[in-house]
């Protein structure tokens, strides 16, 4: 949610108030796929709003991670072909990994199911195919989790383009990323800086996806897409690897601080480039408060100004926070099930 003084704000509703019939809906029965960070939080969460919401099923390659959540073995499907039977009004993929997650997405919104989705990898390979598939079905899409964590980077950016003309992005996009480098900049060992980040919740037992620079790839290719109207034409990364954290290091200027930044330019002949790097950023830079595992997203339009957007990034709940956010608004609009009183 958008908090007083910013340029940004969270949109409930553009109607005229009015006196309507009264009407109460059952709680949305959820499949929820995956049961891991990001999956975990939401199934506590659910679980939490039962006058809203009934999780009827989850899909996990493991019992062990559903055992650990304290979920009835019964209530878990480690196979795919036992999850059409069940009865469900949406589907929430916290699965890593595009596969099998871009194949089941595809077969429920085939099926005319409603699908949130926190899944980076799918939504940036296959977000295109997979919007025009909805679209077909009239069904809905979500995956503002994809991007931000809490902060609403997506829909302020479609906003943006909407109402004018975006010239560039400027963001943090991974909150593990701008953890491990503060704690770099303090001295602190890239591996020891990581373990903190781990044992804080801010960063997976595999974070190569996020030191890898690919993380943040995958989100600016989501953002751009919606700010531009178009998929990136190039693409280049650097990641924290320790030979270039090193050689970052040691190129220090007093004032400066070292973070992973994204950018997304339209150049010469309407051709959109985007890189993900290791910047020094003064304290003139628009980024440079960002701090600990938060985001942000700068948004530069043809007028000169720049609207920015920030959030916590890294972690559980920010994450699970936003595919929250995503199942209610559903349920506002009223395309998930309802029955009058």
Known sequence: ?????????????????ALAEVLTRPPTRVLLLGLGTVGGGVYRRLAALPENFRVVGVFVRSRARARQEGLVQEFVETDESALPPLEFDVVVDALPGFEPSARLVTAFLTRRIHVVTANKAVIAQAGPTLSQLASRHQVSLRYSATVGGRAPMIETVRRLAANGEITSLTAILSGTCNYVLERCDADVRLLDALREAQALGYAEADASEDLSGRDTARKL????????????????????EDDALERHLSDVSAGQTLRLIGTATEVSLGRLEAHVRLEWI??????????REWNALAITLASGETIVVT????GRWPTTEAVIADLFELRREGQLRMKEK
Not at 2 to 14: D, I, K, N, Q, R
């Open 221 to 240: 290719r989501v953002l751009a897409r919606h700010a531009f109207g178009r998929e990136v034409d190039a693409l280049t990364i650097e990641g924290i």
């Open 1 to 17: 949610m958008a908090a007083l003084g910013t340029a940004y704000e969270s949109h409930v509703g553009f109607s005229t108030t």
């Open 282 to 291: 003064g304290a003139d830079h628009v980024l440079s408060r960002i701090g």
């Open 311 to 314: 959030g916590r990034g890294a």
